[in-house]
C-alpha cells in the first residue's frame, strides 16, 4: 500500500514538475518579446554584407587608358563622382521653379568649371544605370505617431527604383544598427521593418557614418543615401565635423526627408534641418521638408526618379594635380531659349588623386 502512495506520488510531482517546467519557459519568452519590443536595436545582429553575385558585366574587358575611357564613357557611367585616368564623371539633376525634375537637355546646355576653370566636356549621358542605394530610418521615440505613413514612404521609394538596384536600412534611435543587409527585394524590407516600433533619442550622425562606411562594400559604383527623420541628432559619438569629411570623402550622393516640427523646442531639432540639407547639398542631392505626412509617398517618388534620370558629364581636368587636394566643381546651364530660370544640383567638389 505505501509503495502504491509513493509511486503515485512521484507521478503527481512529474507531472506537476513538467507543467512549472512549461509556465516558466514560457513567462521567460514572454519576457524576450516585450523586451524586444522596447529595444528595436537592442538584440540586432549585423552580419556581413554578402558576396556579390558575379553578373555578365564582369566577364567584360576593363577598358583602360584616357583615350579608350572616354570614347567609351557614355555606355560605362555607372560612377558618381570618380577620377579614374584622370576622368571625372559628373551626376547631376535639373528642376525648375516648381521643383519639378527637368529632362531632355544636351550635352551643349551645360559648361563645367574645375577649380574656377573651363573644361571640355568628352562625354554626355542620361542613362538609368542600376544604384547601391542605403535608407537611414529614424526610429527615435519623436517618429512613433510619423512611423506607419514614413514606413509606406520608404516602400513607395523602393518599389519605383531600378529593379536591378541593392538597397539596405540602417534603423537608429540611441544607437545605429543594419536592420536589413544588402538585398534586392522590397519584400524583405517590409518584412522587418514592420517588427520594429519607434522609441528612444536621436543618433542620426552615427547612423548616416554607419551608412556611408557599409556603402564601400556597394555592389555598383554609383551610390545613394536616402535619410528618412523628424528632428536633430541627440546622442550620436561622432561629430558633426567627422561627419562632414566623411561625407566629402565618399562617393555618395544623399537625399533626405525631413519631417520636422514647425516649433522644434530643442537647440538639436532646431538645427536637424540645417545639418541635413548641408549634407545633402555638398553632394548634389536634395533634401525634402515634409509639412503633411500624407505627402511622403509622393515625396519618396519623385527622389527616386530622380536618380533614375540623371544627367552625367565627363571631362578630363586641364590643370589636375595628384596632390590629395580638395577640387571644387561648378555646373552651369545654358538653357534653350525660352525655359524658365533652371537649377541644377551636383556634387561641390572632390579630392584629387593622390601619388
Known amino acids: 500500500m505505501r509503495d502504491t502512495l509513493q509511486v503515485r506520488r512521484w507521478r503527481l510531482i512529474q507531472r506537476f514538475g513538467w507543467a512549472l517546467v512549461v509556465v516558466m519557459f514560457c513567462a521567460v519568452s514572454w519576457v524576450g518579446v516585450g523586451w524586444a519590443q522596447e529595444n528595436p536595436l537592442g538584440q540586432v545582429q549585423t552580419q556581413a554584407p554578402p558576396a556579390p553575385k558575379k553578373t555578365a558585366e564582369d566577364s567584360k574587358p576593363v577598358i583602360e587608358g584616357a583615350a579608350n575611357v572616354v570614347a567609351h564613357a557614355t555606355s560605362n557611367r555607372n560612377a558618381r563622382i570618380r577620377v579614374d585616368v584622370n576622368l571625372v564623371l559628373v551626376p547631376a539633376t535639373v528642376t525648375d521653379p516648381m521643383n519639378r525634375l527637368v529632362t531632355g537637355l544636351e550635352k551643349e546646355n551645360f559648361q563645367v568649371f574645375d577649380d574656377n576653370v573651363g573644361q571640355v566636356i568628352k562625354s554626355f549621358s542620361t542613362e538609368d544605370a542600376p544604384v547601391s542605394i542605403g535608407v537611414v530610418f529614424d526610429l527615435s521615440g519623436s517618429m512613433s505617431s510619423k512611423f506607419m505613413r514614413s514606413q509606406k514612404a520608404l516602400t513607395e521609394f523602393l518599389r519605383t527604383s531600378n529593379p536591378k538596384d541593392e538597397f539596405f536600412v540602417v534603423g537608429f534611435n540611441d544607437r545605429p544598427a543594419v536592420i536589413v543587409d544588402y538585398t534586392s527585394e522590397v519584400d524583405d524590407v517590409e518584412a522587418r521593418m514592420v517588427m520594429l516600433k519607434p522609441e528612444k533619442r536621436t543618433a542620426l550622425i552615427d547612423a548616416v557614418y554607419l ?114 587636394n580638395w577640387r571644387k566643381l561648378k555646373l552651369r546651364l545654358l538653357p534653350p531659349p525660352g525655359l524658365p530660370p533652371l537649377t541644377v544640383h551636383n556634387r561641390q567638389g572632390y579630392y584629387a588623386p593622390s601619388e
Open 211 to 324: 551608412a556611408v562606411n557599409k556603402l564601400k562594400d556597394a555592389k555598383y559604383e554609383r551610390k545613394a543615401l536616402l535619410i528618412i527623420s523628424d528632428g536633430g541628432d541627440n546622442r550620436s559619438r561622432y561629430t558633426e565635423g567627422e561627419l562632414r569629411r566623411a561625407v566629402r570623402e565618399s562617393d555618395v550622393q544623399i537625399y533626405a526627408i525631413g519631417i520636422f516640427d514647425m516649433y522644434a523646442p530643442t537647440p538639436e531639432e532646431q538645427l536637424g534641418p540645417l545639418l541635413l540639407a548641408d549634407m545633402c547639398d555638398a553632394t548634389g542631392g536634395r533634401m525634402f521638408r515634409v509639412t503633411d505626412v500624407a505627402d511622403l509617398g509622393d515625396i519618396a517618388t519623385r527622389i527616386s526618379a530622380e536618380l533614375r534620370n540623371e544627367y552625367v558629364i565627363g571631362y578630363t581636368p586641364s590643370q589636375m594635380k595628384t596632390n590629395g
